[in-house]
């Protein structure tokens, strides 16, 4: 259960991590 809970955190971290890289890309951009 606990490994369970630590891989969604994991995918939920590299998710915020992805969407702040598109963010800043997108700032750059402009």
Do not use: A, P, T, W
Not at 8 to 16: D, N, P, T
Not at 20 to 29: F, L, W
Request: with cysteine; charged share 40%; net charge positive.
């Amino acid at each position: 259960m606990n490994v369970k809970i630590k891989s969604v955190e994991m995918r939920e971290m590299k998710g915020l991590e992805r969407v702040k890289v598109s963010k800043d890309i997108n700032e750059c951009s402009h």
